[in-house]
Nanobody
């Protein structure tokens, strides 16, 4: 069992940066692939980024590639999402998720077993 708690969201202006954190409970955190997803108002939840259990492999959606970076610190049971050059279209609730099936390039929500409650990111123009 893994419990996930996101933090770091907020209201920022276009061009600003934010770093989201996701703290995980449980001794098995380091065995899970971790992902970030987001859901904008009126839209389906979409994949943002994923990182392998070791941190050696990452994968980012085209919409955030070059602006967002996923990372993890297994000693701290935490995964991060550094978001730079934020745009109004990045406005969404951001969720972290944990799974141990598939690889980082498999973006399906069904491959993730545990989810956090989400943190709101709002980017004003």
């Amino acid at each position: 069992q893994v419990q996930l708690v996101e933090s770091g969201g907020g209201l920022v202006q276009a061009g600003d940066s934010l770093r989201l954190s996701c703290a995980a409970s449980g001794r098995t955190f380091s065995s899970y692939r971790m992902g970030w997803f987001r859901q904008a108002p009126g839209k389906e939840r979409e994949f943002v980024a994923a990182i392998s259990w070791s941190g050696g492999n990452t994968f980012h959606a085209d919409s955030v590639k070059g602006r967002f970076t996923i990372s993890r610190d297994n000693a701290k049971n935490t995964v991060y999402l550094q978001m730079n050059s934020l745009k109004p279209e990045d406005t969404a609730v951001y969720y972290c998720a944990a799974g141990n099936r598939g690889t980082v390039t498999m973006t399906f929500e069904a491959l993730y077993d545990y989810w956090g409650q989400g943190t709101q990111v709002t980017v004003s123009s």
